[in-house]
């Protein structure tokens, strides 16, 4: 069953910041959030996770929610090279981690 | 640094045919993992590795399904008798440790068209 759920596309203006949301409300108290984004053609690349508390680091920042049903991860410069698909994920038993389908981003010119 | 790499990176092989899919992870990597994307798919889990110990092998979609990593480093994905629905592209990735599964590092990955 999806853990997550996320808007199937967005676009965002080159130069702006980039705002994803992620609903995660069957989420457990030990169970952090992950974020991975796949530009075309190759193959996912890790961006940032967090448990409860907010978390930035030099690709972007991933706010949490009070109630950890929700997350939101923030491009806060998108640029063209932002484009590509961003997965949020809970992860699901042990190592396995559940991908689903992700927000396509588009950033316009 | 060397990344993951995968080889071939694409591969055309007629329904019944076996292939091996090959996967060279970070070194000194400890973890490694198999996924299986479908078109317009995000990648679904297949199997996971610490050193050459198979601890999860809960998402092989069948028994035609075989991975290895006998030393603990290069591992290979066989699937045997392919079937169409075998066609997709397999992404390995590799992460240091047992407590950082979260970065993961993923290969190209290879594209398996089943004819």
């Known amino acids: 069953d999806a853990k997550t759920t996320q808007p199937t596309s967005m676009d965002c203006a080159e130069g702006r910041a980039a705002n994803l949301p992620c609903n995660h409300s069957?989420?457990?108290?030990?169970?952090?959030v992950y974020w991975y984004r796949q530009i075309h053609s190759q193959g996912p690349q890790y961006i940032i996770h967090?448990?409860?508390n907010n978390e930035t680091n030099e690709m972007a920042s991933l706010i949490i929610t009070e109630d950890r049903k929700s997350s939101t991860l923030i491009l806060p410069h998108a640029t063209l090279r932002d484009t590509a698909v961003y997965y949020c994920?809970?992860?699901?038993?042990?190592?396995?981690?559940?991908f689903g389908t992700g927000t396509s981003l588009t950033v316009i010119p | 640094g060397a990344g993951v790499s995968q080889s071939p990176r694409y591969k055309v092989a007629k329904r019944g045919q076996d292939v091996a899919l090959r996967c060279d992870p970070i070194?000194?990597?400890?973890?490694l993992f198999w996924y299986q994307q479908a078109l317009g798919q995000g990648p679904e889990f297949l199997t996971y590795?610490?050193?050459?110990?198979?601890?999860?092998k809960s998402g092989l979609p069948s028994d035609r399904f075989f991975a290895e990593r006998p030393e603990g480093s290069v591992s290979t994905l066989k699937i045997q008798r392919t079937q169409q629905e075998d066609s997709a592209v397999y992404l390995c990735?590799?992460?240091?440790?047992?407590?950082?599964?979260?970065?993961?590092?993923f290969g190209p990955g290879t594209r398996l068209t089943v004819t």
């Open positions: 990735a590799s992460s240091l440790a047992r407590d950082r599964p979260y970065e993961q590092y």
């Open positions: 069957t989420i457990s108290g030990n169970e952090y």
């Open positions: 967090g448990l409860k």
């Open positions: 994920i809970v992860r699901v038993t042990g190592n396995q981690f559940y």
């Open positions: 070194s000194g990597h400890v973890s």
């Open positions: 590795f610490q050193n050459e110990a198979q601890l999860d």
